[in-house]
């Protein structure tokens, strides 16, 4: 009887929470969607602003977010994974990797601001890459790379001994046997923790605020090195500077809407790559 | 401890120890694995059975802080030497563990990927050899309508022959069997058993067990180990039926182990 009724009690408080969850995640794409749907029409999509950003659309911003989140992926992927793979398989002595790991910890808790004036120090001055998609994408990739890290290293753990050593007894190298077996069986996981990362990149404004993102900017960038409009920067924008809030409100609410969607569309994308690898390989 | 003149030796120990950091696994060990036979090593659990078995195909390399002594004749050839060539080794030596270890690929990949490694890259050479491998394996009728799907799918027993076929594809000359029907019902052992029996006419095989019955069943000679050290090594209807020495003979009547 007792048993009986601390699982219903336990029960009815995990529903509670995941009610409370869901309600909030609701209200947020309800209020966004009511107060940002009426912005967004085919020209909102698809045109650059005017009008100091009252009319017209928010284009540039979607390309720039964009290419900031695919470069900043791009970037981010390659070194986590070889960090990873370096940590977990490669063993090097406990001293380095207490080093290393220590050193990815602290990375994860840098305020995203901090990355921001990093990335205009070494990126945009010392490289001399300027205030562009490239500076702002370096930026990103530093703020996911932890989380990069921290997924890839988790599914490399997960791949098990038993398999390894079935490819080193057939005579595999060990790089052999991390480049065509430890990584496929781990990528699934991987993308996960890409998938993850996109949003963070797709959002953040603090690391491409001094790096990639302009206020205003009549053409779409043609170079890695020009500078950008961005989703995240021009909601920003539109919130607190400009003549003409009442209408700016409203467009910002629509910029929002489009920076979820921006975010589930590369998401979806990644997620269905996951899922055909995935199918492939392991099953 | 070599007891048979006549027989080609594939593989001769020489007062062999082995260590992990201070643990002393194998004591002042030598044997005579000979050619084309089946040789049984049987022992308590933790006696070093396994450890031994990795040393012939240079497994324990991979373990941290270990080291070894003696002399291993592989051909007349001191694998235990620094510089010795760690892959030719294992291509030459194969090894089925004791758990079923496909990898979460394809039946056909499973098999293939050994040649791939070695830089084999002529397709129809591979889909033979895929072929051929699972046929020596006894796994060909039961797969081969389905060579492109998961090798996870397979029950224990097909998956344990599947790793057969894997290693048989790069053409070993020796293979090693560590406890290979431990986590499989009695058909399945039977199956690998029956395989085994095969498989001895064109290779030489060493199998770790801790099954006596099968030690008796599938060998040719049979080594006991205790504590890290070779008791007693003879032909396996000798050592089943008069045993030497007093530890075998209480082992082989289940008073330990
Ligand atoms: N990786 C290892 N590190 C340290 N000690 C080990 C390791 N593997 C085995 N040993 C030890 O070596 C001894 C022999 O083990 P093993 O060869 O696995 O025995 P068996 O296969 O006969 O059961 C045991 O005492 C075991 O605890
Ligand atoms: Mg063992």
Not at chain 1, 199 to 213: D, N, Q, V
């Amino acid at each position: 009887m007792k048993n009986k009724i601390s699982q219903f009690l336990g029960f009815s408080i995990i529903t509670i929470c995941i009610i409370i969850t869901l309600f909030f995640l609701a209200s947020i794409i309800y209020l966004i969607a009511a107060k940002g749907l009426s912005a967004i029409s085919w020209e909102f999509l698809t045109s650059i602003p005017r009008k100091s950003m009252t009319e017209g659309g928010v284009a540039p911003a979607i390309i720039g977010t964009f290419y900031l989140v695919v470069g900043s992926i791009l970037i981010a992927l390659p070194l986590g994974i070889a960090c990873a793979i370096y940590i977990n398989e490669y063993s090097p002595t406990g001293y380095m990797v207490n080093i290393i790991r220590m050193s990815i910890n602290n990375l994860a808790g840098v305020p995203s601001v901090v990355f921001g004036l990093f990335g205009l120090a070494v990126f945009v001055n010392f490289f001399g890459f300027g205030v562009s998609i490239l500076s702002g994408s370096l930026t990103l990739a530093m703020l996911i790379l932890p989380s990069i890290i921290s997924a890839s290293q988790e599914s490399l753990m997960a791949v098990p001994y038993s398999i390894r050593e079935a490819s080193l007894a057939l005579g595999a190298t060990q790089w052999q046997t991390i480049r065509k077996i430890v990584l496929p069986t781990a990528l699934p996981g991987i993308m996960t923790g890409v998938i993850l990362s996109i949003g963070r990149a797709a959002g953040e404004t603090a690391p491409i605020l001094f790096t990639a993102a302009t206020f205003y900017r009549r053409s779409y960038p043609k170079s890695p090195l020009d500078e950008t409009m961005a989703l995240p920067y021009h909601i920003y924008a539109l919130m607190t500077e400009g003549t003409h809030p009442d209408k700016q409100v409203a467009i910002a609410y629509g910029c929002s809407l489009i920076l979820l969607a921006v975010v589930l569309l590369i998401s979806a994308f990644a997620i269905i790559l996951r899922n055909k690898y995935r199918s492939t390989y392991v099953n | 401890m070599s007891i048979n003149n006549e027989e080609k030796i594939k593989i001769k120990a020489d007062n062999i120890n082995f260590y992990y950091g201070q643990s002393h696994a194998i004591k002042n060990l030598s044997i005579d694995i000979y050619d084309k036979k089946v040789t049984a090593f049987i022992g308590p659990s933790g006696c070093g059975k396994s450890t031994f078995l990795r040393m012939l195909n240079k497994m324990n390399d991979l373990v941290p802080n270990t080291r070894a002594e003696g002399t291993l004749l592989f051909d007349g050839q001191d694998i235990l030497e620094k510089n010795t060539d760690v892959v030719s080794i294992r291509k030459k030596v194969g090894m089925v563990f004791q758990k079923p270890n496909p990898f979460p690929k394809t039946i056909f990949q499973n098999i293939a990927y050994g040649l791939e490694v070695n830089g084999v890259k002529d397709k129809d050479f591979i889909r033979k050899r895929v072929e051929d491998s699972l046929r020596k394996a006894a796994l060909w009728e039961e797969v081969k309508t389905r060579l492109h799907t998961s090798a996870l799918m397979l029950s224990g027993g097909q998956q344990q022959r599947l790793c057969i076929a894997r290693c048989l594809a790069v053409e070993p000359q020796v293979i090693l069997f560590d406890e290979p029907c431990a986590s499989l019902d009695p058909i399945s052992t039977n199956k690998i058993e029956e395989l085994i029996l095969e498989l001895k006419k064109f290779y030489t095989i060493v199998i770790v067990t801790h099954n006596m019955q099968q030690a008796a069943r599938v060998s040719d000679y049979t080594a006991f180990m205790y504590l890290g050290e070779l008791i007693e090594f003879d032909k396996t209807a000798t050592m089943f039926t008069v045993p030497k020495q007093p530890k075998t003979e209480e082992y082989l009547s289940g008073k330990f182990g």
